[in-house]
T-cell receptor
Framework: DSGVTQTPKHLITATGQRVTLRCSPRSGDLSVYWYQQSLDQGLQFLIQYYNGEERAKGNILERFSAQQFPDLHSELNLSSLELGDSALYFC???????????????FGEGSRLTVL | DQQVKQNSPSLSVQEGRISILNCDYTNSMFDYFLWYKKYPAEGPTFLISISSIKDKNEDGRFTVFLNKSAKHLSLHIVPSQPGDSAVYFCADNSGGSNYKLTFGKGTLLTVNP
């Protein structure tokens, strides 16, 4: 158990809809990351938050947005869903301060989104 | 932009033999490379890392080698066990206070009993 909790584990929805994925980081971790894993693709970095502020942005679509709340949990909002958005969405957390040098991330089990 | 490439989508080895997983990168500006292991229906878990100032790091059955001149990274598992069957991702760490990792597409390792 990594200590990172993601909900829901599975989600099936229709094109054009909007969904919200939720992530609770490990206790004490200030950074939250979102990654997308599509079929035959590696883990694609979407976005990172550190202590409530956006820190880094990757290949995140404009239809997607995220935020990190004061209690450090994070939500990833996916709107106007398309078939190609079907993927595993992973949340990860890290200590996120300068003292951690290896960059190790702790991943949740993922949320599997299926868009029909 | 950093690219991390794992050119072998799959690898099959016999139990007890060595597994060698490879990774190539394009950009030399990094602090660490990391290997993650992923079982089905689970999130990736950290396995081992190597600093850019080293050429080898060993942890039990797992050893990572870094060849900076060739921009090549490899993970050796000796001896391989059936429980090692998983997808292995290499990743690079952009360093500093931003721990964004760039992952390869992964290599599926199957260790046959």
């Amino acid at each position: 158990d990594s200590g990172v909790t993601q909900t829901p584990k599975h989600l099936i929805t229709a094109t054009g809809q909007r969904v919200t994925l939720r992530c609770s980081p490990r206790s004490g971790d200030l950074s939250v990351y979102w990654y997308q894993q599509s079929l035959d693709q590696g883990l694609q970095f979407l976005i990172q938050y550190y202590n409530g502020e956006e820190r880094a942005k990757g290949n995140i679509l404009e239809r997607f947005s995220a935020q990190q709340f004061p209690d450090l949990h994070s939500e990833l909002n996916l709107s106007s869903l398309e078939l190609g958005d079907s993927a595993l969405y992973f949340c990860a957390s890290s200590v996120g301060h300068v003292g951690s040098l290896t960059g190790e991330l702790f991943f949740g089990e993922g949320s599997r989104l299926t868009v029909l | 932009d950093q690219q991390v490439k794992q050119n072998s989508p799959s690898l099959s080895v016999q139990e007890g033999r060595i597994s060698i997983l490879n990774c190539d990168y394009t950009n030399s500006m990094f602090d660490y490379f990391l290997w993650y292991k992923k079982y089905p229906a689970e999130g990736p878990t950290f396995l081992i890392s190597i600093s850019s100032i080293k050429d080898k790091n060993e942890d039990g059955r797992f050893t990572v080698f870094l060849n900076k001149s060739a921009k090549h990274l490899s993970l050796h598992i000796v001896p391989s066990q059936p429980g090692d069957s998983a997808v292995y991702f290499c990743a690079d760490n952009s360093g500093g206070s931003n721990y964004k990792l760039t992952f390869g597409k992964g290599t599926l390792l199957t260790v046959n009993p």
